[in-house]
Every structure is written in C-alpha cells, then in structure tokens.
C-alpha cells in the first residue's frame, strides 16, 4: 500500500447498495458519467481507523463500489465470512458531497415525536446527527424514548424558560 501526504483525505465507507431504493439520474450526473446511488453503510475507515456506525445508514454514493478485499485500509473483520460476503467499498474525499438518510421503521406511534399527552414534556424519536462540540464529532447518535421531566437550569445564560 501507498502511502501519501493526502492519505487523510481519504474516507472509505463499506455497506452494500439498496436495491429497492431508486436515484433519479440528472442530465449533469449523466454528462458526468456518474451512476448514483444509495448504499447501507455499516462503517467506515477514516484517517487510517476503522469505525463501525452504531446504526447502519444509508450514504449516496457513485456506482456499485469495488470488492471490499480490494480495499488496502482497515476495515471490517474479513472472517466474520457471512457479514463480509458482497461487501462494498466506496474510497471519497472528506469534501465530496453526499446524502445522508438515517432510516428507522415500525410503528407509527413509536416512531412520531411524542406529544406528551400524559401531562409532562416528552422527547421521543430525536436524533443527534452531525453535531459539533468543541470540535469533537457525534454523528449516527440516537436518543429513544428519552424523558425529561422537571429538569431545572441554573446558572445558565441564554433563551432558556422554566
């Protein structure tokens, strides 16, 4: 493997292609020869490591990707055989643009926010994607069926009610 000032720059994300998921092909992706479309990512290798998401999510990404064993940077473990099996890689900039979809199913009435019809305040179904903290990253992050109930700020400065 090549080793390269730019290798940083470089993300990895291995999942598999959605097939039951479609992309409309604009007439620039077509002049562009790019084939968009939407992959399950499972991890993803980011400045030499490996990362797995906590919760798959599904990335846009161009084309099919190649074999997962093409890939020189870590990755997933290769012998866990049935996972590994038709895995993925798409090698992007840290810059490409993307879309990314957090995917959930069930029920209706676990999956809408909750209207805290008991009497209190309820936070249900919220989501932490993509957050900044003193440039620490959360991404992928989930907060299910979550209540807050009396919580009380001291000392804080801001736009915050009691």
Do not use: C
């Amino acid at each position: 493997m090549k080793e390269s000032i730019h290798s940083s720059a470089t993300i990895v994300i291995f999942g598999r292609v959605v097939d039951d998921l479609q992309v409309s092909i604009s007439a620039e992706d077509k002049k562009a020869k790019r084939d968009p479309k939407f992959a399950r990512a499972y991890g993803f290798t980011f400045d030499g490591t490996y990362l797995e998401l906590t919760s798959p999510v599904l990335f846009l990404v161009d084309g099919n990707g190649e074999e997962a064993d093409d890939i020189e940077l870590p990755g997933p473990n290769p012998r866990d055989k049935k996972f590994y099996e038709n895995l993925r890689a798409w090698t992007v900039k840290r810059t490409d643009e993307t879309i990314r979809l957090d995917v959930d199913s069930g029920r209706f009435e676990n999956l809408l926010p909750d209207t805290g019809g008991d009497g209190g305040a309820g936070v249900s179904g919220a989501r932490v994607s993509g957050a900044r903290v003193s440039g620490a990253r959360v991404s992928g992050a989930r907060v299910s069926g979550a209540r807050v109930s009396g919580a009380r700020i001291s000392g804080a400065r801001g736009d915050a009610s009691d």
